[in-house]
RNA sequence: UCAGAUGGCCGGGUGACCGCGGGUCUCGCAAGAGGUUCGAGGAAAGUCCGGGCUCCACGGAAAAACGGUGCCGGAUAACGUCCGGCGGGGGCGACCCCAGGGAUAGCGCCACAGAAAUGACACCGCCUAAGACCCUAAAGGUCCGGCAAGGUUGAAAUGGUGCGGUAAGAGCGCACCGCGUUCCUGGCAACAGGAGCGGCUAGGCAAGCCCCACCGGGAGCAAGACCAAAUAGGGACGGCACGUAGGCUUUUUCGGCCAGCCGUCCGGGUCGGUCGCGUGAGGUGUGGGGUAACCCGCAUCCCAGAGGAAUGGUCACCCCUUCAGCAAUGAAGGACAGAACCCGGCUUAUAGGCCAUCUGACAUU
RNA sequence: CGGAGCGUAGCUCAGCCUGGUAGAGCAUUAGCUUUGGGAGCUAAGGGCCGUUGGUUCGAAUCCAGCCGCUCCGA
């Protein structure tokens, strides 16, 4: 994701704060959605650090998502992942697991709300 | 062995996989794909100095004002930097620190204390020799005076110590030290040493104002140069409208100028783009000069560069630190910090480690 | 990129230029006043003057280096 038009849509969707990231996800809009296709964006605010460890956050958190999305990520879905103040130090493994417990608790809240409508 | 001093260097290593930015080659109409190569620092930081570069101003320049520098010599493109000396201070020593010109150009300040804080002074004191007086046998007392040794204060008191000298004293005289000055010797010089003279007249503060010498024209890569939309406006040429409507020429007539529409061309500027932009006061090696800073010759190399954004991530082994443990080993961690026009310095931050030279103490031979 | 200014008591500021004693208001504490509170009156406490060096006999003050903050110009 590029526009930050997305990254406001996200905001307002499902928030989850997990160890050293924040995950926010919504469903793709139907102008934009493609059958099967999740979209990703990273944020990384001042409040990391300068520019050098904004960018190695984003960098790390990347690295992250290409492991963990692939399996666990959902098509038709936007998901944005913003770096919390411990992100460049935190341990690949441990920023792995934050990921997945995010998404899946993200999921499971995400199904609940679906129900409800549903009814 | 312990404790130090100085100078220099490194700032994790190797491999695998996956990525990012620039250049270049191939394929492709293009979007892009693939290959190949390069891709942070000693401080890239703070922006405290100096310079290159670019534009502006200017007769070479000089002066005023303002700011800066401040022992001497050298290095350098230049510097407030560096090197080597000198002087002062500290340390047993290796060595370290110093804004270190001028206080007889002038102004100003020196709290409290103290008699007195600078055209020095006389509180406590010291002395009665000479002169006058009282009493007189003498001693003594008073006046007129002389003195600054001793005391007290203070950061600092017209130099200090000793001897002579004296009524008591005083550079009054002498010796040594200090200060000033003249000459001689050594040194490029700062300065050092020596001799003579002055007798002390010259307290401290110039990181108070100031004086003297030297330096500085102003701005900064958002400098500056080039290319160049749409729209609005400007100019030139041609055509249309053609004597009606508008403005100016004080008013009216005449006349003149401006103003309308269309087309072509021109130039300026805005959005945007390109250059400036990395062959350089360059790196490495080597030979030479110099005590050194540094300089010269030869060979060789091309070595980041963007839009504010790239220069990384993960794993394995090794290295180091901490913790646990008898050990095997396990766990946690790996400094300060990230180019944006460039270069020379300064300053500040920095886990840990390495090398060289030197000093002191102790022990052994 | 270039320049200017400010850090002093819990808070807001003087004092710095021209160096020797850090002060004011609000706040705090105690007492008086009031039936009690507020207001008022009286008194007290509270500061290594941002930090590190230097100059000086002596530095909040002068000089330099850092740290933090604010403002201005391009």
């Not at 050098?52 to 956050?57: D, G, I, K, S």
Request: contains cysteine; positive net charge.
């Amino acid at each position: 994701m590029k526009k930050r038009a997305d990254f406001l849509r996200a905001a307002r969707g499902i928030r989850r704060v997990e160890g050293a990231v924040t995950l926010e996800t919504c469903p793709t809009p139907e102008a934009e959605a493609l059958p099967g296709r999740l979209r990703i964006g990273f944020t990384a605010s001042k409040k990391i650090g300068n520019a050098v460890a904004r960018n190695r956050a984003k960098r790390r958190l990347r690295a992250a998502a290409s492991q963990v999305l692939p399996l666990l990520g959902r098509g038709g879905h936007d998901y944005v992942l913003v770096a919390r103040g411990t992100c460049v130090a935190r341990p690949f493994p441990a920023l792995l697991s934050d990921i997945t417990t995010a998404l899946k608790a993200a999921h499971k809240k995400l199904d609940a709300n679906a129900g409800e409508g549903h009814a």
